[in-house]
């Protein structure tokens, strides 16, 4: 489950689509990334 949703969150991500990317996201979502700052919510 986690593999394919992350293979989904990817995959709008490189579309550049926002409305996908959100639609996959909920109030817990955390991103960090080594080159952008902590993400929540």
């Known amino acids: 489950m986690l593999k394919k949703l992350t293979?989904?969150?990817?995959s709008a991500f490189?579309?550049?689509d926002i409305n996908e990317v959100t639609n996959l996201?909920?109030?817990n979502f955390v991103l960090?990334?080594?080159v952008?700052?902590?993400i929540e919510g």
């Open 7 to 10: 293979e989904k969150y990817i």
């Open 32 to 34: 960090e990334d080594p």
């Open 14 to 16: 490189n579309k550049k």
């Open 25 to 27: 996201l909920n109030e």
């Open 36 to 38: 952008v700052k902590r």
